[in-house]
């Protein structure tokens, strides 16, 4: 059975880290991209950030450039975001997906361009 888990969230201060792990089983990560998604009460869900399948390329949104980082591991079929100086408006379920392909540079695209959902690790930020 294909599976990604996600782990690693929690509550913390602002300006505070975390870092989310992605691991997948029943397949190996080797040929997929993986991108990182949130979706914050209330609102649509939104992309983070992407890593391609060598990891060469990544991306991020926005709001997130120059905080987050998206690393993996392939012997360990683990992604992983580390996310510095987290806000308040961070606050959402982080998601990690996975979509088979072997492409030089990651787009991170919207929700429907990915094959395989985890089930989503909470992230507060608070006081």
């Known amino acids: 059975q294909l599976q990604l888990v996600e782990s690693g969230g929690g509550l913390v201060q602002p300006g505070g880290s975390l870092r989310l792990s992605c691991a997948a089983s029943?397949?190996?990560?080797?040929?997929?991209?993986i991108g990182w998604f949130r979706q914050a009460p209330g609102k649509e869900r939104e992309g983070v950030s992407c890593?391609?399948?060598?990891?060469?390329?990544?991306n991020y949104a926005d709001s997130v450039k120059g905080r987050f980082t998206i690393s993996r591991d392939n012997a360990k079929n683990t992604v992983y975001l580390q996310m510095n100086s987290l806000k308040p408006e961070d606050t959402a379920i982080y998601y990690c997906?996975?979509?088979?392909?072997?492409?030089?540079?990651?787009?991170?695209?919207?929700?429907?361009?990915?094959?395989?959902w985890g089930q989503g690790t909470q992230v507060t930020v608070s006081s």
């Open positions: 997906a996975a979509v088979h392909g072997v492409y030089r540079q990651c787009v991170i695209g919207g929700s429907s361009d990915y094959d395989y």
């Open positions: 029943g397949f190996t990560l080797n040929y997929y991209t």
């Open positions: 890593i391609n399948n060598s990891g060469g390329s990544t």
